[in-house]
């Protein structure tokens, strides 16, 4: 069972290049997530989905966009890259149903370096 | 705005010496609060999820509790493995089953031997 898993795990990228992270889990979750750490600035809520095919903004959603075609994978797409993005990407997920006492699973992260 | 403050920022420590981590947070209507560990290089590790007021939940060393206002985690006789950045997240009541956190900025524990 490998919960979340996310690729790459390091890139760099160069201003105006565009990459997609991909996060996938195998629990069947209905609800994924994507946020970015930043020293100093905690966990920040990019973009999120409530199931396939569905997305939504969350706290810092400019620059980037999503996509859930399949309800086992979450992609973060930066269109073109700006060194503000350089961050460290932690994708998650979590049941929908309201006995959620595990809150989020969350994947190992990618390190992204935009230069 | 839902807000979720951490203190202290650091935390330095000698094995066997306990003290508290706080949360405090301020929400329209609090669902859940849910504490985590990250070690360096890696993503959040699920803790304890608190519910209501008065609640305590233990797991070896760490004990949370939870007040109308705040949360601690308490550590107990604390291990260099105990190291780490504790942070807390709230869930709240909202008019859709949405399951979003939010995320206080965590607080870095240094326990040396």
């Known amino acids: 069972n490998a919960g979340v898993t996310q690729t790459p795990k390091f890139r760099v990228l160069k201003t105006g290049q565009s990459m997609t992270l991909l996060c996938a889990q195998d629990?069947?979750?209905?609800?994924m997530y994507w946020y970015r750490q930043d020293p100093g600035m905690g966990l920040r809520l990019i973009h999120y989905?409530?199931?396939?095919?569905?997305?939504a903004k969350g706290e810092v959603p400019d620059g980037y966009n999503v996509s859930r075609l399949k309800k086992q994978n979450f992609l973060l797409g930066l269109e073109s890259a700006a060194p503000s993005q350089t961050s460290v990407y932690f994708c998650?997920?979590?049941?929908?149903?309201?006995?959620?006492?595990?809150?989020?699973?969350f994947g190992s992260g990618t390190r992204l370096t935009v230069v | 705005e839902d807000q979720v403050t951490q203190s202290p920022e650091a935390l330095r420590l000698q094995e066997g010496e306990s003290s508290s981590l706080n949360c405090s947070y301020t929400?329209?209507?609090?669902?859940?609060l849910f504490w985590y560990r990250q070690d360096p290089g890696k993503g959040p590790e699920f803790l304890f999820t608190?519910?209501?007021a008065g609640e305590e939940k233990e797991k070896e060393r760490l004990k949370a509790t939870l007040t109308k206002k705040e949360s601690f985690l308490h550590i107990t006789a604390p291990k260099p493995e105990d190291s780490a950045t504790y942070l807390c997240?709230?869930?709240?009541?909202?008019?859709?089953?949405?399951?979003?956190?939010?995320f206080g900025k965590g607080t870095l524990l240094t326990v040396n031997p």
């Open positions: 998650a997920s979590s049941y929908s149903r309201s006995e959620n006492n595990y809150g989020y699973t």
């Open positions: 629990m069947n979750h209905e609800y």
């Open positions: 989905s409530v199931g396939e095919g569905t997305t």
């Open positions: 929400v329209s209507g609090l669902r859940g």
């Open positions: 608190l519910y209501s």
């Open positions: 997240a709230v869930q709240v009541n909202s008019g859709g089953s949405n399951y979003k956190l939010t």
